[in-house]
């Protein structure tokens, strides 16, 4: 009777992806600050790098933060106006974008529509930020749209809309966008038919997509994480990409058009998001655990450099508690149980359980239960 067993184990697979997105991120602002979003319904800012296994994150919860109840969400660094944009953070508002005022530690959320064709679809896209114009590029189903967020630190009263820039030209039904900013220009990474090592390059200042592919190098041509290391001053020239297989951390050098293969993170882990300074990358893994490899620009063999995890910031959760209290307790709760399991979980990092982790392992071996039930 293997059919009741597939729809059991089918039933069982939705709901293990269900729970598995986190709905925070990590980001840094204009001084190298790391600021980390909805970790156990709080934000927190972790201080410079020296601080994050020194000093106990502050607590920045404020009101008017995003309700963080979305799976996807993303965040961006304003560099000239010290802002962070989050985008996919509130269910309800989908096409909204958050804005945190780094300086002030104040929220306001900008009204955004989609395009005129409304082709841009809020839960499936891909974007950048560009460093020198403050525009948004986003690649969403086969189509690429900006969204011109000014010099914005508080979020304007007029609505923005997403802007249709072009049809990407290439085989675009089963591509899922992998991209970074570096040098003005939007690289995709992934592509299909691009050969390993290169990317396809969108040049913003020309709105031009190039029509021949850029050679950076050694890196498979396949789906991944990337973000983009900062600068003090001036656009970004090198991005980390990460491989959903978790297999290297490669930095691309879109100067010298060299790639250097760096240490893998230590948790493989495809629906990991990452966020770079200048002098770090940063990963949140799904469990909710963080973790940073030093990045020296000055240095010319990085290979040396090894992940290290940050074990003061509590853990990120998939909830969706907005504002303020009732959340999780901020830190230091290693080794407590997240409320409803009580049975066996995993730890991470933090030693704390995750909730998204305690969920699916419940919800597994009901799954689990139910299927052998059947069978
Ligand atoms: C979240 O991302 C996944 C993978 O891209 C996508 O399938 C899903 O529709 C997204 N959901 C929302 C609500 O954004
Ligand atoms: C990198 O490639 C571009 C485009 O092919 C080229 O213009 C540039 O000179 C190359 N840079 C170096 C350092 O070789």
Request: proline share 6%; net charge negative; with cysteine.
């Amino acid at each position: 009777m293997p059919r009741p067993f597939a729809l059991a184990s089918l039933f069982l697979l939705s709901l293990t992806s269900a729970a598995s997105a986190l709905s925070s991120c990590v980001a840094f602002d204009a001084n190298w600050n790391l600021i980390a979003f909805n970790f156990g319904g709080k934000d927190y800012n972790a201080g410079t790098q020296d601080n994050w296994n020194s000093a106990n994150p502050t607590d920045i919860t404020a009101q008017g933060r995003p309700p963080f109840d979305g799976p996807n969400v993303s965040c961006y660094l304003s560099q000239f106006t010290n802002a962070i944009y989050v985008l996919g953070a509130d269910s309800s508002n989908p096409t909204a974008v958050y804005l945190y005022d780094a300086a002030a530690k104040s929220w306001s959320t900008q009204s955004v529509k989609a395009d005129d064709g409304n082709k841009f679809d809020p839960t499936n896209f891909g974007a950048i930020l560009d460093h020198d114009t403050n525009v948004f590029y986003a690649y969403s189903k086969g189509e690429l749209f900006s969204l011109d967020m000014e010099l914005l630190k508080a979020a304007s009263s007029t609505t923005k809309q997403w802007m249709d820039v072009q049809t990407v030209p290439w085989d675009a039904s089963s591509y899922e966008p992998t991209m970074a900013l570096a040098q003005n220009h939007v690289h995709f990474l992934g592509v299909p038919g691009v050969p390993a090592g290169s990317a396809k390059i969108f040049v913003i200042h020309f709105s031009f997509m190039q029509p021949e592919p850029q050679s950076y190098g050694q890196f498979p041509n396949t789906h991944g994480q990337v973000t983009s290391f900062f600068k003090d001053e001036g656009v970004q020239t090198q991005f980390a990409f990460i491989p959903d297989d978790g297999s290297a951390t490669y930095v691309i050098d879109v100067t010298s058009n060299t790639t250097q293969s760096l240490k893998a993170p230590s948790a493989k882990d495809s629906k990991a998001t990452y966020f770079a300074s200048t002098n770090a990358l940063v990963q949140l893994s799904s469990s909710g655990s963080v973790a940073y490899l030093p990045f020296d620009a000055q240095t010319a063999d990085k290979s040396g450099a090894d992940w290290v995890a940050i074990t003061k910031l509590p853990t990120a959760s998939a909830s969706s508690a907005s504002g303020s209290g009732s959340g999780a307790s901020p830190s230091g709760t290693a080794g407590t149980s997240s409320g409803s399991s009580g049975s066996a979980g995993s730890t991470h990092d933090n030693g704390a359980l995750t909730s998204p982790f305690a969920d699916r392992w419940v919800w597994s071996v009901v799954g689990l239960l139910t299927g052998f039930a059947l069978f």
